[in-house]
């Protein structure tokens, strides 16, 4: 059963391949950092991503002498920045113990930063370096619909899964396989909507139907959040922001100054003698972050005249060109002041 899968997921990949892919090559360094950008993150949204990145740093040598900022930058918009701080510490790595030159041994790939058995294993095949087995939530996903594998305990099932990807996995054509399984995932076994009609293993004995059968969903719990967020713009049409020093989501980006109590956002503005200014525009921003929901109540404050306030010169920014990595929050924030400016000064 196992050999006559494969066979046809090959088959199905030689004729319906997404080979198009940017980075479908053989340079181990492009396919981690497509692999990276790709963990919890879909295809169109990391292609551009990709590209703009690869354009910049097109090798190991230019990423080590990257600072970290610049890297925050460019990975502004994408998300999980816990990524691109893992690709920046593996670069020094690498750079350190493998003389700038990426690892071909699957142990030394799999004890870098950030790269867990899956993707050091999607790394080593595509660059020809092994022929592993994955278990992404693509390939998850087929061989639970596909063998009818239903167990409540996530440690069992997680090896129950990673038994049956290395039973079908070829030795030979390995690469084109895991393509193959990843891609039918994407475009055809997908988590809703599956088009199974169009599907290589129904001929194989699949019996999974949509409409009388559908995978159990843990619901996880949702953290609603409150902030403030104090967006400050003056009259050389900067915006002020401050580096975030904490926390797991955000941290070494740039904001505007949030708070999670009305005392400190009090204390701050007090702080800094912007207290007796009025917001000139008031608005709340839902941001969405894996299991938790944050409101952003955002004031708009312009300064006329900020010599009174005591706030660094060293953190206002040019609003035509954000030179520094900021969260989504930011950037709907700015989306909203520029249509209100637009709105009320043509």
Excluded at 56 to 71: E, F, G, M, Q, R
Excluded at 222 to 251: P, T
Excluded at 255 to 275: G, K, V, Y
């Amino acid at each position: 059963m196992s050999s006559n899968l494969s066979n046809s997921v090959l088959k199905w990949y030689k004729k319906h391949g997404r080979n198009n892919l940017p980075w479908k090559v053989k340079d181990p360094y492009k396919i981690w950092i497509s692999e990276i950008m790709l963990q919890q993150t879909q295809v169109n949204t990391v292609i551009p991503y990709y590209l703009k990145f690869i354009k910049k740093y097109p090798n190991l040598k230019s990423l080590v002498s990257a600072d970290l900022d610049d890297l925050m930058l460019i990975w502004s918009g994408l998300g999980y920045y816990r990524r691109i701080k893992n690709i920046h510490l593996s670069s020094k790595i690498i750079a350190r113990e493998h003389n700038y030159n990426f690892p071909h041994k699957y142990d030394d790939i799999l004890s870098l930063p950030g790269i867990g058995r899956t993707t050091a294993s999607a790394i080593s095949t595509f660059s020809g370096f092994s022929n592993k087995a994955i278990l992404d939530g693509n390939v998850k996903r087929i061989l639970i619909r596909f063998y009818e594998i239903e167990e409540e305990n996530k440690t069992i099932l997680e090896k129950k899964l990673w038994d049956k990807s290395v039973s079908i996995t070829p030795l030979k054509c390995t690469s084109d396989f895991i393509q193959g399984m990843m891609d039918i995932g994407s475009v055809i076994c997908k988590r809703t909507n599956p088009e199974c009609c169009r599907c290589p293993l129904k001929s194989m004995g699949c019996s999974y139907n949509p409409t009388h059968k559908r995978e159990k969903k843990i619901k996880k719990k949702i953290n609603n959040i409150k902030m403030n967020l104090i967006v400050l713009i003056n009259q050389s049409n900067q915006i002020y922001l401050e580096k975030i020093k904490a926390g797991k989501l955000w941290q070494g980006l740039y904001s505007s100054p949030t708070f999670t109590l009305n005392s400190h956002t009090n204390e701050w503005m007090l702080r800094n003698n912007i207290s007796d200014l009025k917001p000139i525009y008031r608005s709340n921003i839902m941001h969405r972050v894996t299991h938790k929901k944050i409101m952003f109540n955002t004031f708009f404050y312009f300064l006329k005249n900020d010599k009174k306030v005591s706030l660094s010169s060293k953190n206002w920014y040019n609003l035509a060109d954000i030179n520094v990595g900021v969260p989504k929050y930011q950037d709907k924030a700015l989306v909203i002041y520029r249509s209100e400016y637009e709105k009320n000064n043509v």
